[in-house]
């Protein structure tokens, strides 16, 4: 996701730099100031889409897993601690999906932004 997010930057400032100097040739005038409202807003959602994650869950306390299977009162059976991890994974996966999920959201927002951006800045430059 941070990689398609840092395409983004690259696709925002070259379609910005290259229209943007020449619709505000012409001066300031609505289209110019949606392009620049919709500019703000698609680094809003980029720096959403950046800004650092702590929730997600990959892995396992080895320390925990010995204190909760092996060193208990009555050590857990082989099946039946693989069949909680599987379960503490299902579980940390559907954790990461929402994550992940609404980071896909405000991407699919951005691009629409990127999108409504260009066509502000090419009607300001055809004087509409």
Do not use: C
């Amino acid at each position: 996701m941070s990689t398609r997010a840092g395409s983004l930057v690259f696709a925002t400032a070259f379609a910005n730099s290259l229209l943007g100097g020449a619709a505000l040739s012409n001066g300031l005038g609505l289209w110019d100031w949606t392009a620049v409202a919709l500019l703000f807003g698609i680094g809003g959602l980029i720096v959403f889409m950046l800004w650092p994650y702590h929730q997600y869950t990959f892995r396992f306390d080895p320390e925990e897993l010995l204190d909760q299977y092996v060193d208990g009162d009555r050590p857990t059976t082989m099946s039946a601690m693989r069949r909680a991890l599987a379960l503490r994974i299902k579980a940390d996966m559907a954790g990461n999906w929402r994550i992940i999920q609404r980071l896909r959201v405000a991407l699919q927002i951005a691009l629409l932004f990127l999108l409504l951006d260009i066509l502000a800045w090419l009607l300001a430059i055809a004087g509409v």
